[in-house]
């Protein structure tokens, strides 16, 4: 005596049983033939499908400088990969393998990993130029160009070339010449500020196609006041 399931219930059941001891249903181990059709093309399809998902495989080209190089793509699963070339570039196709193909990368094509990791940190940085904020303003935020331009050459060069050669003016015609290198010092200083300022102030115009002409003539001004400071120095020493 056989042990079969039952058709109705799925339970266990005497294939010589005419009713099943569970639910009832007579005969319980034989199938009509709808039924026994209905079974037999699942299980057909289900095979299929398994054959389907199992004869494919996924290929890309070998040759890490061809354009479509790492692309995917799904073919019919053969034992030798040699039928294969890439349409591109007729070069062999290879099984697509992630970790090896970035190893593959890191070998032939290092730049790419480069600027794949400068654009991720690009990202992250802010823009080369920021605006100050209010009173935050100090001596190495000057020297390094982030105070922007017109207060740059207006307030510490003009103005406080003005202060600064007042100053220096009096107490070398009190003193004597020596204290006229204090408008040399400070001239200077406040060039390289300002000189600075006009370099992200030109960046910034040219990212944003507009004109750098206010940039160029800070500059030449700025040059322009150095000179004038070490023409008082002179005269100073001189006289």
């Known amino acids: 005596m056989a042990i079969s399931n039952?058709?109705?219930?799925?339970?266990k059941v005497s294939t010589l049983a005419k009713t099943?001891?569970?639910?009832?249903?007579?005969?319980p181990t034989h199938l009509n033939k709808k039924q026994s059709s209905v079974k037999a093309s699942g299980l057909q399809l289900k095979k299929k499908r398994d054959?389907?998902?199992s004869s494919t495989m996924t290929i890309c080209c070998s040759?890490?400088?061809?354009?479509?190089?790492?692309?995917?793509?799904?073919?019919?699963?053969?034992?030798?990969?040699?039928n294969?070339?890439?349409?591109?570039?007729?070069?062999?196709?290879?099984?697509?393998?992630e970790e090896k193909i970035e190893e593959m990368a890191r070998k032939a094509r290092p730049w790419e990993i480069d600027q794949r990791l400068e654009k991720e940190q690009t990202e992250t940085i802010p823009e080369k130029y920021t605006q100050p904020k209010p009173g935050d303003t100090n001596y190495s935020q000057f020297l390094d160009g982030d105070v922007d331009l017109a207060t740059a050459y207006w307030g510490y060069m003009f103005l406080g070339s003005i202060v600064v050669g007042f100053v220096a003016g009096f107490l070398t015609g009190m003193f004597g010449a020596f204290f006229s290198l204090a408008l040399v010092f400070y001239s200077g200083w406040a060039a390289a500020g300002v000189w600075a300022s006009a370099e992200k102030y030109k960046v910034k115009k040219i990212?944003?196609?507009?004109s750098v002409v206010w940039g160029v003539l800070a500059?030449?001004?700025?040059?322009?006041?150095?000179?004038?400071?070490?023409?008082?120095?002179?005269?100073?020493?001189?006289?």
């Open 20 to 27: 099943c001891p569970h639910c009832g249903a007579p005969k």
């Open 207 to 210: 990212e944003q196609k507009q």
């Open 84 to 97: 294969y070339k890439c349409p591109r570039c007729n070069s062999q196709m290879i099984e697509h393998n």
């Open 63 to 82: 040759n890490v400088h061809c354009s479509v190089w790492a692309d995917a793509v799904d073919v019919p699963k053969k034992p030798s990969l040699k």
């Open 219 to 239: 500059q030449i001004f700025s040059v322009i006041n150095v000179l004038g400071a070490l023409s008082f120095v002179l005269q100073a020493f001189g006289g």
């Open 6 to 11: 039952c058709k109705e219930c799925d339970g």
């Open 51 to 53: 054959i389907n998902i």
